[in-house]
């Protein structure tokens, strides 16, 4: 089966949450969950499973922005521990919900442009 290659780079396509070979259609039906098929194309996304991949590299992208500015104010300002707790809950919070449909986005269609699929035992 042979899979035409949308006109943009699988990162931008994934980032703006298009479908990965049209490049048109939306990927996302939704906050995070996936549509079916492309409205556009037709393609059927029943492929796309990005697994636990978007959650672990938003995590690692968070913490160590958030641990790293911690600290930062931590030595520069300190201030009370109350205060810590809520700026980097809040930015904790929203930056992981900023980051994880693109993260997403752009592991699906990354999925799509390498061919990636389950492994299969040869016999």
């Known amino acids: 089966m042979a899979q035409e290659q949308s006109a943009s780079p699988p990162v931008i396509t994934g980032l703006k949450g298009l479908c ?7 990927l996302f039906q ?3 969950k996936v549509r079916p ?5 037709g393609l ?4 796309a499973d990005s697994g636990d991949g978007p959650a672990f590299f938003v995590m690692s ?3 160590i922005v958030v641990v790293g500015l911690a600290l930062w104010v931590e030595f520069t300002f300190a201030p009370p521990i109350w205060l810590h707790f809520v700026m980097w809950t809040a930015l904790s ?12 986005g752009v592991l699906v269609a990354l999925q799509y442009h390498h061919k990636a699929a389950e492994g299969r035992i040869q016999k």
């Open 37 to 41: 098929k492309c409205e556009v194309c």
């Open 44 to 47: 059927d996304f029943a492929f």
């Open 93 to 104: 919070i929203a930056l992981s919900l900023a980051l994880v449909r693109p993260s997403k």
């Open 20 to 26: 990965p070979r049209c490049g048109k259609g939306h």
């Open 61 to 63: 992208i968070v913490g």
């Open 30 to 32: 939704g906050f995070l």
